[in-house]
Nanobody, 129 residues
Framework: DVQLVESGGGSVPNGGSLRLSCVASGSDYSSTCMGWFRQAPGKEREGVAAIDNAGRSSYADFVTRRFTISRDTAENALHLEMNMLKPEDTAKYYC????????????????????????WGQGTQVTVS
């Protein structure tokens, strides 16, 4: 299993920035896909960004050129740098992982994952006003 703990959420003004972090523990972290998802009240969960164990990343169109995902294998950490935040980015953000080949890691343009993720953190709230 993989255990995930997020941090870094908060409240920022329109146009502000935040950096989310996720620390993973458990076996075989290096072989997992890692991703960020979000869910706003009354809406379905959607994929934001994902990265495979070779560092290849994918993003939903609604965050492209504003958000950057990165992972630090040595620290078992995943990060999401969020810039030019908008009120519509307000949501609870979740770190997620899945064990599988690189092709299964991605987030499609509209925010749907290529394959479902298996492990989830508790989430961290991001509010933009």
């Amino acid at each position: 299993d993989v255990q995930l703990v997020e941090s870094g959420g908060g409240s920022v003004p329109n146009g502000g920035s935040l950096r989310l972090s996720c620390v993973a523990s458990g076996s075989d972290y290096s072989s997992t896909c890692m991703g960020w998802f979000r869910q706003a009240p009354g809406k379905e969960r959607e994929g934001v960004a994902a990265i495979d164990n070779a560092g290849r990343s994918s993003y939903a169109d609604f965050v492209t050129r504003r958000f950057t995902i990165s992972r630090d294998t040595a620290e078992n950490a995943l990060h999401l740098e969020m810039n030019m935040l908008k009120p519509e980015d307000t949501a609870k953000y979740y770190c997620a992982a899945r064990k599988g080949p690189a092709w299964s890691c991605g987030i499609q343009a509209q925010g749907a994952p290529v394959m479902e993720y298996d492990y989830w953190g508790q989430g961290t709230q991001v509010t933009v006003s």
